[in-house]
């Protein structure tokens, strides 16, 4: 049965995420170590910290790993939004240390018009200064960068399966690099997954250009939006253009379903949405194992 989960609140301290987790059914959970919307951080209070990792086995999280700030924007055109974002995932990294958590996933970023050779060159240098500064002063393991597929709005970089494939090539050296893969992005930027022959052609084609055993984390996320606008609008499981066959694949592709499945659907003021989308993805797994 694959790992699945949600990305959950974090409101009143890190270490209450496990039992929201559990109340929405989770095997895994994602969380933001910080705010996702504000550059400064409050340093975790070891209290925190002790709870946290305690109430994961408490509650029956089987991992948890972090979602990095969305301010994070390792290729800006603005050189004082490219530092100040060094400095923040460096930041991350250490606070991801200290909770023991294995991944934080990033988004690539956004070039505003520079280029891509360009933006590709900031990001593996902002990367690499991250990790330098973190391992300076981190008591323990540091986190692997998990570059996440983008929808393509704008100028954002990681909507083509080359621009993962050569922020991996240019950081595995010195950087422990993978991938996690958003299903609503990756429709979002033109690969199909909707039937059995699309499916299998888009997957193919992300092993040849990437590999899939880069892939450490995926977002399952129905699309509100037509394949290949370019536009990140989050659906409900089965409520948008992916539809169900696509999650039936996934689910069931013996390939990935080792690696931690999280919904970021819609939320409401209760779990029950989060609980509604988690049931449709568990009826889908065929029992007896997967298929590919």
């Avoid at 994602?30 to 994961?56: C, D, M, Y």
């Avoid at 950087?175 to 039937?195: E, I, N, Q």
Wanted: charged share 20%; net charge positive.
């Amino acid at each position: 049965m694959p790992l699945l989960g949600a990305h959950v609140s974090v409101a009143g301290g890190v270490d209450k995420a496990p039992e929201r987790g559990r109340r929405a059914t989770c095997d895994v959970i994602q969380i933001f170590t910080k705010s996702n919307v504000q550059w400064q951080a409050r340093p975790l209070g070891s209290e925190h910290h002790r709870h946290f990792l305690a109430n994961l086995g408490r509650f029956g999280i089987r991992m948890a790993f972090a979602h990095a700030c969305y301010l994070i924007n390792l290729c800006s055109a603005d050189p004082a939004i490219r530092r100040r974002s060094r400095f923040a995932l460096a930041a991350e990294m250490m606070r991801c240390s200290m909770l023991r958590l294995p991944y934080l996933v990033l988004h690539p970023g956004s070039h505003g018009g520079k280029g891509e050779r360009t933006a590709l060159k900031w990001i593996v240098e902002g990367a690499q200064w991250a990790m330098e500064k973190a391992a300076a002063t981190a008591s323990g393991a540091l986190p692997m960068l998990l570059f996440e597929t983008t929808a393509g709005q704008g100028t954002s970089m990681g909507w083509r399966f080359d621009h993962l494939a050569e922020i991996i090539a240019r950081l595995q050296a010195t950087v422990p690099t993978g991938v996690c893969f958003d299903t609503c992005h990756v429709f979002a930027a033109g690969y199909d997954l909707r039937s059995p022959e699309a499916y299998e052609q888009t997957m193919a084609e992300f092993n040849r250009v990437v590999g899939l055993h880069y892939i450490k984390v995926l977002h399952l996320n129905d699309s509100r939006c037509r394949l290949g606008l370019h536009l990140d609008r989050h659906m409900h499981i089965n409520r948008g253009e992916i539809g169900m066959e696509g999650f039936r694949m996934l689910l069931n592709d013996s390939r990935l379903n080792d690696q931690p499945m999280i919904i970021e659907t819609p939320k409401g003021k209760t779990p029950a949405l989060d609980i509604a989308n988690l049931r449709r993805l568990r009826n889908l797994v065929v029992s007896g194992g997967a298929t590919k």
